[in-house]
């Protein structure tokens, strides 16, 4: 029955972007992580990422990222310049507690800049957290 269905919310657990040093490259770079600000881990973490607007779709990407541990947090990808002006969805799904979780983040479009920097949970960096 439909009323038997549980849909579990997803709580602390979070996609932020961050502005790092590149040493290999000498350049400041944003990339993607998944956080979580959970007392326990978090298994089978799959993200699916891409960048859109009206006209312009970038490639879906899909990443296999595992288990991300208790108040931990690991890196997605690397955010190319160029669909920082784009809408940047990330589709996460993982276990936890025997539980399959899913939500969807967006950053929507130029909103990934300088002056949008704060303070993320768990990660001693500032950086851009997901709607």
Known sequence: MKKDIEIPVVKDVYVAVVREWNE???TKDWNAYIINNKKGPIEMVLVVSKG???STRTSVMRHGIGVVGARDY???ELVQEDVLKLHNEFFVTFFFEGKLFEKKYLFSKNTIG???LRDLPVMKQQGILAE
Request: glycine share 0%; net charge negative.
């Open 24 to 26: 290999e490259f000498l």
């Open 52 to 54: 859109y607007d009206n």
């Open 74 to 76: 690991a890196k997605i």
């Open 114 to 116: 300088e002056d949008a």
